[in-house]
């Protein structure tokens, strides 16, 4: 009877400690895309950063590289406290290897602007380093593929604060949450081992393109965003 109960406190012990604490005492749920593989990098932040670029060009039996002409690793300021997040690379970012720079980017810029932000404060990067063919959205194994990239990304580049831009974004990082347009607009603390990042999704500049209406809830979220910059 003993000898049981000492058994079981000894499971719970082992339990915990491979557990990932943050996960058992964070109010996130579970995000089932995120399988934690770790990605060994060596030496200082652009170290880290080149490392990382080869690593992902080494991907092999990837669809979204087999017909992709490059891969759009980051662009802005990898010294910046506001990383971005976007979904993947459309033909101008294929083209000229750098995310953002086609028309959701010119909106991306006006946005940054209204908030005194540009692309020296800020650092963006993609779920998917490489053009989804026809720009369809990238596939949950997809994502799955390139979330430890993404996640090594963000822990490489430290930020203080993370802007997922849409719900790939939303969902790669977040997990299954709710809708974007229910879960924008707020914050999360999103905790990468020592490294806790204040979250927010907001709607992305593609989408705003379509939906213009929608331009009165990104303005709160920059708003949001301003704030929180002027706290940390
Ligand atoms: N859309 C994205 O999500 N990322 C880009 O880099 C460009 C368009």
Not at 148 to 154: E, K, M, T
């Amino acid at each position: 009877m003993k000898n049981n109960l000492n058994q079981k406190i000894i499971k719970l012990i082992n339990y915990y400690n491979i557990s990932n604490l943050n996960n058992i005492f964070s109010n996130l749920p579970v995000n089932r895309l995120d399988k934690k593989t770790s990605i060994l990098l060596n030496g200082n932040k652009s170290e880290k950063l080149k490392q990382l670029k080869l690593k992902i060009e080494k991907i092999k039996n990837c669809e979204l590289k087999k017909n992709a002409s490059q891969i759009v690793f980051a662009g802005g300021n990898s010294s910046a406290k506001i990383m971005i997040v976007g979904e993947g690379p459309g033909a101008q970012e294929d083209q000229q290897g750098l995310p953002f720079v086609g028309r959701a980017g010119q909106l991306l810029d006006k946005m940054l602007s209204a908030i005194n932000l540009d692309r020296k404060k800020v650092y963006i990067t993609n779920v998917v380093n490489y053009r989804p063919p026809s720009n369809r959205k990238p596939t949950p194994e997809e994502i799955q593929r390139y979330l430890p990239f993404l996640n090594a990304h963000i822990e490489i580049i430290q930020p203080k604060i993370l802007v997922l831009m849409g719900s790939t974004a939303l969902n790669a990082i977040l997990g299954d949450i709710g809708v974007i347009s229910k879960v924008r607009g707020k914050w999360f603390e999103k905790n990468y081992n020592s490294l806790t990042v204040w979250t927010i999704a907001s709607f992305h500049p593609a989408f705003l393109m379509r939906q213009p209406d929608q331009k009165k809830f990104s303005w709160i979220d920059l708003k949001m965003i301003k704030k929180k910059i002027n706290e940390i």
